[in-house]
């Protein structure tokens, strides 16, 4: 049976009364459970702490109930309340591995305004957001080739000539296949890391071993740059200074991490080729 909420209106020296349902207790469990796949797929898409409690504060708002979510760097708890603070929904969900999908952040933000405007039924949420998950990555030999000539173009930044570009663009190449390999394989992320950043600089290091007149100190420098924390970083800052200290601090020591393998990776290079 259906709760009512009774709106007392004034028009005209006359009182009306407008009568609305709220949702059943089945429709906030319901709701619940996508609030919290909400919000577990925009952590692990590299969202912000701050983006994802206003999706879901805006979400739950258009159905009439009060959203309090603690977010941390690998699970989430949600309560719902209604108007007179009756707890009506309380879980935990835990999330899937960080990475970066900023197709899916917007897809979400721009659903939940869609949701707040139009009144979308929790029908039509799920519907849109099986479409969004479903949304296809790009083309494997896209990501490697453009990731590639960023390498490149960094390399030529640096300083590096045409032939230290074309060392910078292999190296990147394969290190970033190697990384995506071994994720495939189901290594630990910071390994695949270090196995990308061990190849990348294996070789744009591989030509100091002989005397080709080649210098690829550039390259060298450079071929590791693709797997650089940016957006852990960035979200580190951005929680920071939000107030968020404990995501940010998280945030913060996994893009360490990652730094810290990529470095791992080019010892390994620096000492197997003697480079100083």
Avoid at 27 to 56: N, Q
Avoid at 105 to 122: F, L, P, Q, Y
Avoid at 154 to 162: I, M, Q, S, V
Avoid at 256 to 272: D, R, S, T, W
Wanted: net charge positive; aromatic share 12%; hydrophobic share 50%.
């Amino acid at each position: 049976m259906k709760i009512l909420d009774v709106t007392l209106w004034r028009f005209s020296n006359q009182t009306l009364f407008m009568v609305k349902s709220s949702p059943t207790q089945e429709e906030i469990s319901e709701l619940g459970s996508v609030l919290l796949e909400i919000g577990s797929l925009l952590m692990s898409s590299g969202a912000t702490t701050s983006r994802i409690r206003l999706t879901i504060d805006r979400i739950a708002a258009s159905f009439g109930l009060s959203a309090d979510m603690l977010v941390t760097h690998r699970a989430l708890t949600l309560s719902l309340s209604d108007s007179h603070h009756n707890q009506l929904y309380n879980n935990l969900k835990r999330t899937s591995p960080h990475g970066v999908n900023f197709k899916l952040v917007s897809g979400i933000s721009r659903m939940s305004w869609r949701i707040a405007e139009n009144k979308w039924s929790i029908e039509d949420i799920k519907t849109d957001l099986s479409r969004l998950k479903g949304l296809p990555h790009y083309p494997r030999w896209i990501v490697l080739t453009f990731v590639s000539l960023a390498g490149a173009s960094f390399c030529r930044l640096a300083g590096g000539d045409y032939i230290e570009m074309a060392v910078a663009f292999m190296a990147t190449f394969i290190g970033l296949f190697t990384r995506q390999e071994a994720l495939k394989k189901g290594f630990n992320p910071y390994l695949a890391v270090f196995f990308g950043a061990a190849n990348a600089s294996l070789i744009s290091g591989f030509f100091t071993l002989f005397d080709f007149g080649i210098n690829t100190e550039h390259a060298f420098a450079t071929s590791v740059l693709f797997l650089i924390p940016g957006i852990p970083l960035i979200n580190t800052f951005s929680d920071l200074f939000d107030g968020n200290i404990l995501n940010g601090i998280l945030r913060w020591i996994h893009g360490l991490i990652i730094a810290f393998m990529i470095a791992l990776g080019l010892l390994v290079a620096i000492y197997l080729y003697q480079i100083n």
